[in-house]
Nanobody
Framework: QVQLVESGGGLVQPGGSLRLSCAAS????????MGWYRQAPGPQRELVAA?????NTNYADSVKGRFTISRDKNTVYLQMNGLKPEDTAVYYC????????????????WGKGTLVTVSS
């Protein structure tokens, strides 16, 4: 099985910075893409940023220029600068199209989430 462990959430003032980390562990042969999603109170979880194994990145319009996603093998980071109150949410790590050693198919995995609160 695969586990995703997130860290780095917390309370920060508007304009501040936080860095989220997510480490994937298990018998992982490859991960096609890793990313961060967030969910504020409400039903919808939205993509914040994603990065492929080749280094291609994708960002939500609302975070472009403020957030930076990076990846080191099976660990993904999200550097968040210029935080705004509307960035407050639970942030979830995602590993997409994960192939295990000896596996015949790909699966997606999610972390349990880390809370980011932006407030004065």
């Amino acid at each position: 099985q695969v586990q995703l462990v997130e860290s780095g959430g917390g309370l920060v003032q508007p304009g501040g910075s936080l860095r989220l980390s997510c480490a994937a562990s298990g018998s992982i042969f490859s991960i096609n893409a890793m990313g961060w999603y967030r969910q504020a109170p409400g039903p919808q979880r939205e993509l914040v940023a994603a990065i492929t194994s080749g280094g291609n990145t994708n960002y939500a319009d609302s975070v472009k220029g403020r957030f930076t996603i990076s990846r080191d093998k099976n660990t993904v980071y999200l550097q968040m600068n210029g935080l705004k109150p509307e960035d407050t949410a639970v942030y979830y790590c995602n590993a997409a199209r994960v192939r295990l050693f000896g596996g015949a198919y790909d699966s997606d995995y999610w972390g349990k989430g880390t809370l980011v609160t932006v407030s004065s």
